[in-house]
């Protein structure tokens, strides 16, 4: 025998999966993922303080609440100088 023998054409190729693009922030959805792995995953005769799980969401909640602030600001910002533009034409 020189060498293995290819697979006979009747057997498929097994699919690929589907690609993901990587996000560029994570949300609440996976931040709570996160969270759950991690207390699946936690050592049962050391387990992770209650605390810190509180610290945990509380933080998160804290910058999707600054998050949800700037993106406000940026609106009122962006409306501020349309108004501005409008009611302030150019001199020439």
Known sequence: MSGIDPLPSAIPPAP???RREPKATLD???FLA???AQLKNQDPTKPVD???YVQQMAMFS???GTTE???KLAEITQRLDQLIAATNPPQE
Request: aromatic content about 0%; charged content about 5%.
């Open 34 to 36: 996160l969270m759950t």
């Open 62 to 64: 804290q910058l999707a």
């Open 50 to 52: 209650n605390l810190q």
């Open 28 to 30: 609440q959805g996976d």
């Open 69 to 71: 602030t700037n993106a």
């Open 16 to 18: 690929q999966p589907p």
